[in-house]
């Protein structure tokens, strides 16, 4: 994933090797100092880095190359394509240069004989289908020479598939030393033990395989670790393992076939070995490696299933044929078709046909929409029934679904704030506990059991496996992915785990009023000219003179004039007046349709019976605007906007929650305080101007509250940013979207409730996380340094440890709210 401003560019890039919360913390680390870059952030629990950075200064492949010399590497996938049109090496080379200059690209070769191109690329930031677009913008053909689906490998489907062969291989080859451990101690001399396991390089053949076959990796983890001066888990697993392995090497080539276990079996005096203690070590953290990287899988469903939802193909005319082509060819201004059944490919506008189209699926509005010629369709919306033709206005990235799914993905990706406490402790962990370890070792060795070596070196191992940071490492990310994960199912998209946490301290809401509080889709109601006045040229006027704003009220009177048979003109000026109203000439004529405050800024005198009726009409809950013509007054226009459903009982919902609910808008105090009634506001900003409401955010913020503003149009854009917490209505404007922290899908106000909710649990599940992970170390090292834990079951605990961090996240996928 990919976005880019006029001075930097975002990309997220898949990470394989991390084996705990230190290696993130070092590619986090080392990525910062890199000229250039601004912020990275990397999430172990979804093995991703996200990346600021200038492309001035860095080139992605920079990024890649510092990650990769850390020891670790970076999901890529390669891609074959076969080039038409190029008639010399100059032609191959452009193209080289033209994919490599590619966000997203981090390799590119062109043969010229064989006409194909090999690509390696990031597909997060570029998919195939973009590189063949700009292949075809140089002047040349490019086709998939095979199947981009056929060649795409899930790294983390590879990871699970390889620790499921490893667990296999190293549980056959340490069972025999499992059950020869078992059947050494008195009380198990019941068990039949095999003389041979007895064997000491029977032992040794066994152990040795599981070691530095199966167990090479943490070797290589804990060298490149060291090699850049840091520690983590694979620090403490090698140290651990290879303590007990090469102790019992050396007791067995001193010893020879007597030794074993340090204690007695039928008629032999033997020794101590401790092969069976490496061995079901790296086994158990392979099988706890093996349920975490499942339960890890579990955690992003909600992006697999927004993919989902995805068309495959479109049905688009090309040169008067209906062709069959992959959703991904399809490129804005293609026109379409939509057949019965059949879900809509990408975003457009309708141009010819009607139907009842499914949108639930993004917006959560249960019932069908109907759509007509000039109606906008959502890519991924299932069309009901009748036929529909469609031009392509938002392709790949820029459709609703991917904007969507970019939103849930940056969210998982991205950091709490909370985590970074977790990420300061795991910093200093594992050389805390390698210290612990020592001093355990030369404590029971010097002074609990002096002498005894085999007895010390059991507890320095057991201390240094049971101490592993991933549970630390994993209690933020995995809650973080789990609670926006089941957010975005409910309709609620939070941009970043920043504003999932800071939800759960807003004390004070505040609602926009129109198309937040209310449908904000109000119908005209009442016309009254004034005496005198001709009412045809009056209703022209006025509709001429609305027709150009984009305001709600607007859009009312208009379709209220069209339904009247009223002929619209173009106005020959136009100009909207924020807060106030508009002003336009038409006809020749100057005509001002707003506020009393627009009147009386354009010394327009108002009759006192213009003024009685509008403010009878506000009384009643409408909104009057009145309007003059070259200077004097010519009558009044009311239309009525009516609160949804919801509004109500989410007010109540949010009161409870102690939660003050306040209503701001520009429309009149009596109106507002109407509206509010209704709703169950009891506090009314009435009045304020578009820039007047981020100043009356600043204001709550200033007396100390938390606040979230809560709307949905282009004159709510600078109090969302001022928020502490910005909710847009997903069904309003694009410029509301992109300034708020999260979109609210769906027009139901209960998504308010909803995400404070969503944010409380999710905090307290990510303390629950970070309390039960500092406890299982502050008890379980203290426990294993006093010898009273044997090394594999030390191993099993540190296992059981991140297994139930990433389970007690899981839990918030099946949260349910109340509606």
Known sequence: MEKSTAAQQQATLGITGMTCAACANRIEKSLGKLEGVEQANVNFAMEQASVIYDPQVTRLSDIVNKIESLGYGTAKETLELRIGGMTCAACAARIEKGLGKTAGVSKAAVNLALEVAHVEYNPSSVSAAELIRKIEKLGYTAELKESVEERQTDHRQDTIRRLKRNVLFAAVLSFPLLWAMVGHFAFTSFIWLPELFMNAWFQLALATPVQFIIGWPFYRGAYKALRNGSANMDVLVALGTSAAYFYSLYVTLTAGSAATHGQEHGQHQQVELYYETSAVLITLILLGKLFEALAKGRSSEAIKTLMGLQAKSALVLRDGQELHIPVEQVVTG???????????????????????????????????????????????????????????????????????????????????????????????????????????????????????????????????????????????PTSVMAGSGRAAELGILFKGGEHL?????????????????????????????????????????IGAAERGSEHPLAEAIVSGLQARGVQLREAEQFEAIPGFGVRAVVE?????????????????????????????????????????????YAGLVAVADTI?????????????????????????????????AEAGIQQVLAEVLPEGKADEVRKLQAAGRKVAMVGDGINDAPALATADVGMAIGTGTDVAMEAADVTLMRGDLNSIPDAMEMSRRTMRNIRQNLFWALAYNVIGIPIAAAGFLAPWVAGAAMALSSVSVVLNALRLQRMKVRQ
């Not at 906008?376 to 009748?386: C, D, E, M, P, Y």
Request: hydrophobic content about 45%; overall charge negative; charged content about 20%.
């Open 644 to 676: 949804k459903e919801s509004s109500k009982a989410a007010v109540a919902r949010l009161r409870q929650l102690g939660i003050e609910v306040i209503m701001i808008t520009g429309d009149n105090t009596r109106t507002a305080q109407a509206i509010a």
């Open 334 to 476: 293609d026109i379409f078709l939509v057949k019965p059944g059949e879900k809509v490919p990408v975003d457009g506008i309708v141009l010819d046909g009607v139907s009842s189209v499914d949108e639930s699926m993004l917006t959560g509005e249960s019932l069908p929409i109907e759509k007509r010629a000039d109606d906008t369709v959502i890519g991924a919306s299932l069309n009901k029934n009748g036929l529909l033709k469609v031009r392509a206005t938002k392709v790949g990235k820029e459709t609703a679904l991917a904007q969507i799914i970019k939103i849930v993905e940056d969210a998982q990706g991205s950091k709490a704030p909370i985590q970074r406490i977790a990420d300061r402790i795991s910093g200093i962990f594992v050389p805390i506990v390698v210290g612990i370890a020592v001093a355990a070792f030369l404590l029971w060795y010097f002074l609990i059991e002096p002498g005894d070596f085999g007895s010390a070196l059991e507890k320095a191992i057991a201390v240094l496996v049971i101490a592993c940071p991933c549970a630390l490492g994993l209690a933020t």
């Open 501 to 541: 946490e800071t939800a759960h301290l807003i004390d004070a809401v505040v609602l926009d009023k129109t198309g937040t509080v209310t449908h904000g889709k109000p119908v005209l109601t009442d016309v009254m000219p004034a005496h005198g006045q001709a009412e045809d040229s009056f209703l022209r006027a």
């Open 588 to 632: 020749g004529r100057e005509v001002l349709v707003g506020t009393r405050k627009l009147m009386s800024a354009q010394h327009v005198w108002l009759p006192d019976d213009a003024l009685q009726t509008m403010t009878s009409l506000e009384e009643a809950g409408k909104t009057a605007m009145l309007t003059a013509i070259d200077g004097q």
